[in-house]
C-alpha cells in the first residue's frame, strides 16, 4: 500500500496522526483564495516527486500534480510489495485508476480569456484569445489535464502492459477502481494490478464549483474544525487532496513470489442510484445495494452475528462527508442492511482529519481498514460534538477505539458513494 495525504506520505506515520485526532486543515495556499467562501483546505505539504523516484522522477517533469501523486503513491506500494521488474510479466501487470482531471493552467488560461474578452459582444476576439494562449500555454501542460494521463506515468514508470482502465466516478472513484481491479485478477485477466485514486481539486475552478453547490462548508471562522462528519452543526465538506494506490494480487502468484499479503479483498458491491445528477437516493437505496452485494460476494450475512457474537463487520468506513443529506442517508442504508446489529459496529469518517480527497477517498480510506485490521483499532470521527437525532450510530466521536479486547477487527467495509449517485463498496478482510 501506499500514499500521499495530507497528513504526510508515511503509512504509519499519517495512521498514527489520524488515531491522534489531528486535522490537517488549514488556509488555501496553492492560490490566493482570500474572496472565497470556502478559503481553506486539506493540502499536501512537502511533496517532492523526486524522494519517491530519485532516479526516474524527470521522466515526468511535465506530470501534473495528480499523476505525481500517484507515481508517489505506487511508488511505495510497489517496494512495500517487494517487487522487481525483471521478475514479473509485464503483461500480466495491469493498472487500474480513479484518476480525476489534472489541473488547469489557470493563470494562463485566465489571462487568454481576459485577452479575447470585448464588453458587450458575444464571441470576443478569437484572435487576440488565441495570440495569448499560444504564447504563454503549453501543449505538454494542457494534455495533462486528460484523466488518463495519470494511467500512462503509472504504467510507464513501472511497465505495467496488461489491462488499463480509468473510471471517473467522483467520490467513489477510488473504491471502484480497486472493486473492478479485483474483479479483473478474479475473471484471470490478470495476475497483479496497481489500483487505486488520485486527484486534487484545489484550484481556482475546483473550489469554486462546489462553492457554487454549496457542498462545501464556509466555517472561514474556525477552519480546523470546519469536518463534522454526522455532527448536528456540519455544513459541508472540506477539500482534500492525495492519492492512495493498492497492489492487489492473486494469492497462487504472491505465494510464489514469496510475498505476505497484507489483506484479502473479500467483496465487492457496484450500483447506482438512477435518481439525480446532485441528490442522493433520499432512502439509500443504492447505497444499501451496494454494500449487500459486497457483503454477499464475502459471504456475511449482515443481520446474523459471528461465531464470537458479534456483528460480521467490526469496523466501518463511513463515506461521511460531512453534508447534511450524505451522512444522514449513508446512517438509514447502513441501518436497513444490518437491521439491530448497526448500532454494534464501530463506523467512523476519516474525512474529518484528511477531507476529502475526492476520487482518491475510496482508497485512502480502504487502506485505514488495513491499517484497522492490522493493529485492531478503529480512527476517529473527529469534531462530533453535537449529536445529530437522524444520526444515532456509533461513529467512534473524537477518541481512536481499541478493539483488541473484544477479538480485534477482522472484517472491515469501505463505503464510497459519487455525486451523481454512484455507490461502491469494498469488504476487507484479515488474511489468514
Not at 476576439?125 to 499560444?134: K, L, N, V
Not at 501543449?139 to 489535464?145: H, K, S, V
Not at 467490526?314 to 447502513?334: F, L, M, P, R
Not at 467512523?348 to 481498514?369: F, N
Amino acid at each position: 500500500m501506499g500514499w500521499i495525504t495530507p497528513l504526510g506520505h508515511d503509512l504509519d506515520a499519517v495512521w498514527q496522526r489520524l488515531l491522534a485526532g489531528q486535522t490537517a486543515i488549514g488556509p488555501v495556499t496553492r492560490f490566493d483564495a482570500s474572496t472565497f467562501v470556502t478559503n481553506f483546505a486539506a493540502e499536501v505539504k512537502g511533496f517532492q516527486l523526486s524522494q519517491f523516484l530519485p532516479e526516474t522522477h524527470k521522466r515526468h517533469a511535465n506530470a501534473g500534480v495528480s499523476s505525481q501523486f500517484a507515481l508517489a503513491a505506487a511508488s511505495s506500494a510497489w517496494k512495500q510489495a517487494g517487487l522487481d521488474r525483471s521478475k514479473v510479466n509485464p503483461r500480466r501487470i495491469g493498472v487500474y485508476l480513479g484518476a480525476g482531471e489534472g489541473s488547469l493552467d489557470f493563470d494562463n488560461f485566465a489571462a487568454a480569456n481576459i485577452a479575447g474578452f470585448r464588453e458587450g459582444q458575444e464571441t470576443g476576439d478569437g484572435g487576440a484569445w488565441a495570440r495569448t494562449a499560444f504564447a504563454h500555454m503549453t501543449a505538454a501542460r494542457e494534455i495533462e489535464q486528460e484523466p488518463n494521463l495519470s494511467i500512462s506515468h503509472v504504467a510507464a514508470e513501472f511497465n505495467c502492459r496488461g489491462p488499463a482502465f480509468n473510471c471517473m466516478t467522483a467520490c467513489a472513484a477510488g473504491a471502484q477502481s480497486v472493486g473492478e481491479a479485483f474483479e479483473i485478477i478474479k475473471r484471470g485477466d490478470a495476475d497483479l494490478m496497481l489500483a487505486g485514486g488520485t486527484h486534487s481539486m484545489i484550484h481556482p475552478l475546483g473550489m469554486t464549483g462546489f462553492i457554487r453547490l454549496t457542498a462545501m462548508s464556509q466555517r472561514r471562522d474556525n477552519a480546523t474544525t470546519a469536518a463534522r462528519p454526522f455532527d448536528q452543526t456540519r455544513d459541508g465538506f472540506v477539500m482534500g487532496e492525495g492519492s492512495g494506490i493498492l497492489v492487489l494480487e492473486s494469492l497462487d502468484h504472491a505465494l510464489a513470489r514469496g510475498a505476505t499479503p497484507l489483506a484479502e479483498i473479500a467483496g465487492y458491491g457496484s450500483t447506482a442510484d438512477a435518481y439525480r445528477i446532485t441528490d442522493i437516493q433520499p432512502d439509500g437505496k443504492g447505497a444499501r445495494a451496494a454494500m449487500v452485494e459486497a457483503l454477499k460476494q464475502a459471504g456475511i450475512n449482515p443481520r446474523e452475528p459471528g461465531p464470537d457474537g458479534r456483528p460480521g463487520i467490526h469496523y466501518i468506513s463511513a463515506h461521511g462527508t460531512g453534508t447534511k443529506e450524505n451522512d444522514k442517508i449513508e446512517t438509514v442504508a447502513v441501518k436497513t442492511v444490518f437491521g439491530t446489529l448497526a448500532p454494534k459496529i464501530p463506523f467512523s469518517s476519516v474525512k474529518s482529519m484528511l477531507g476529502h480527497l475526492i476520487q482518491a477517498a475510496g482508497t485512502v480510506e480502504l487502506i485505514t481498514c488495513v491499517k484497522a485490521i492490522q493493529t485492531g483499532i478503529a480512527p476517529p470521527t473527529i469534531n462530533l460534538r453535537n449529536p445529530d437525532p437522524d444520526c444515532d450510530l456509533d461513529y467512534v466521536p473524537n477518541a481512536p477505539r481499541d478493539l483488541n479486547a473484544q477479538g480485534g477487527i477482522q472484517v472491515c467495509m469501505s463505503n464510497s458513494f459519487g455525486f451523481g449517485g454512484q455507490n461502491d463498496t469494498v469488504v476487507v478482510r484479515k488474511f489468514e
